[in-house]
Nanobody, 116 residues
């Protein structure tokens, strides 16, 4: 059974930093092509924040470019999101997501709260 467990969320002041981590366990048939971080704020749609492909190429939402950095460790089956210069607009539940051509899996989410 595939499980994704996020950690690292919490309360931070505006301008501060947090590092989210997601540990993936279980065997994924076909491997993992992309590892992603999404977020969902209250009464808003879930949005893609950052993506890292198996080869290491990354992509970011415009709202986080230059502030967030996604990384992955294939040997440890982890994906991380370094978030700097946080603002109240970044407050949301952050979800880890992995996918290949056939399936995708989600974590349970971790809350990020940013005080102004």
């Amino acid at each position: 059974q595939v499980q994704l467990v996020e950690s690292g969320g919490g309360l931070v002041q505006a301008g501060g930093s947090l590092r989210l981590s997601c540990v993936v366990s279980g065997r994924i048939q076909g491997g993992v092509e992309t590892m992603n971080w999404y977020r969902q704020a209250p009464e808003k749609q879930r949005e893609l924040v950052a993506t890292i492909e198996s080869g290491g190429r990354t992509n970011y939402a415009d709202s986080v470019k230059g502030r967030f950095a996604i990384s992955r460790d294939n040997t440890k089956n982890t994906v991380s999101l370094q978030m700097n210069n946080l603002s109240p607009e970044d407050a949301a539940v952050y979800f880890c997501n992995i996918r290949n051509a056939w399936k995708e899996f989600w974590g349970q989410g971790t809350q990020v709260t940013v005080s102004s």
